[in-house]
């Protein structure tokens, strides 16, 4: 089969390689979409600190059951997505579905294999997730995302029985901003306001409903709420750095909580104390999903409460994963989530 191989950081390519075979209890599928993301760009570059090389990466994708082990409730057909988490099985965590806390907790697609960038994969059907009928392979290929933007939202302490909720703010425009942005809308919040310095972005924001939209290349977040709506009560920083937490404590009233999503840039990430210590805030970091948020997340795409295929920017045969690294990296102003269609 073709399929992605990722040698070493910076060296991938399209390879012809041998089809993987199931073992006991694992399935086999055929890819039919898979989404490019942030992460597969930091695990392409070198900058993902898990990496097992060689590597087949993607963790995004749908497909549909070739072969399932036998006495499965799988059939052959069946669309499917994979939970990329995995542990132990037997600890706590495990048994509570929180595979992120496991000790030997691992992650199809960065730190072990079973990537979506190939036309097909060989999982455990610990992994595999059935689709409802009326979810489009387009809209399930950001399940995953979106069961981060759930967990996230959640680790707030937001859920979907809150009316007239806190006052959010996100800052980073991305595909997970803007799903957090969204999923906070569906779980209470009374207004959302998100920050992102690339037009094309805040204008997808404006066509979602977020309520008011901020550049920070012309005003701090801080600032920008202090005009119109005081401080804040939950910021969600979904680009995590130094300078993005200090505006994030800013604006932030007093009590509020500070949400980190997102891989950290260096082991510290330096912190700025003063102001989280004045104001009492919370800080709270959010890492991928449970096993619940993928139900969840699968909920809010079948009942249509959240606008997916807005996010998708483009879809490309396999043959041209490169070119969409490269139209990622190069221009995320046109380019927000890339789909790669190995079936084509
Ligand atoms: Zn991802
Ligand atoms: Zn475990």
């Given at each position: 089969m073709r399929a992605i191989v990722l040698?070493?950081?910076?060296?991938?390519a399209l390879e012809e390689i041998k089809d993987p075979v199931p073992n006991t209890g694992e399935v086999e599928i055929r890819v039919r979409l898979a989404g490019i993301c942030g992460t597969d760009l930091h695990v392409l570059r070198g900058h993902n600190p898990f990496v097992a090389y060689p590597l087949i990466p993607g963790h995004e994708y749908v497909g549909e059951v070739l072969k399932a082990p036998e006495g499965s409730s799988l059939r052959v057909g069946q669309r499917v997505i994979v939970y990329p988490g995995k542990g132990c099985n037997t600890c706590k965590a495990c048994r509570e579905g929180?595979?992120?806390?496991?000790?030997?907790f691992e992650f199809i697609?960065?730190?072990?294999?079973?990537?979506?960038?190939?036309e097909k994969v060989v999982v455990h059907e610990n992994h595999v997730i059935p689709l409802p009928d009326n979810l489009a392979d387009i809209e399930a290929s950001l399940i995953e995302p979106l069961a981060v933007a759930v967990h996230a939202t959640r680790r707030a302490?937001?859920?979907?029985?809150?009316?007239?909720?806190p006052i959010v703010a996100i800052i980073g425009g991305g595909t997970i901003g803007l799903l957090i942005a969204q999923v906070a809308k569906k779980f209470g919040a009374s207004s959302v306001i998100l920050s992102e310095p690339l037009a094309g972005r805040r204008l997808l924001a404006a066509k979602m409903g977020i309520d008011a939209v901020c550049n920070p290349a012309e005003e701090d977040l801080a600032d920008f709420v202090a005009e119109r709506?005081?401080?804040?009560?939950?910021?969600?920083?979904?680009?995590?750095s130094p300078a993005t937490f200090l505006s994030s404590e800013k604006a932030l009233r007093p009590g509020g909580r500070l949400v980190a999503v997102g891989l950290?840039?260096?082991?510290?990430?330096?912190?700025?104390y003063e102001l989280l210590f004045k104001k009492e805030l919370s800080a709270i970091a959010t890492r991928t999903y449970f096993r619940s948020d993928f139900k969840d997340a699968i909920d809010l795409a079948r009942n249509k409460a959240v606008a997916l295929?807005?996010?998708?920017s483009a879809v490309l045969p396999l043959a041209e994963f490169r070119e969409g690294v490269k139209l990622l990296e190069a221009e995320p102003e046109r380019y927000t989530k890339i789909l790669i269609d190995p079936v084509v």
């Open positions: 040698r070493e950081p910076n060296r991938f929180r595979t992120i806390h496991c000790p030997q697609g960065v730190s072990r294999s079973g990537g979506g960038f190939a302490g937001m859920s979907e029985n809150i009316t007239n909720g709506i005081g401080m804040v009560d939950i910021v969600f920083d979904a680009v995590a950290p840039s260096s082991k510290t990430m330096g912190i700025p295929t807005a996010l998708i």
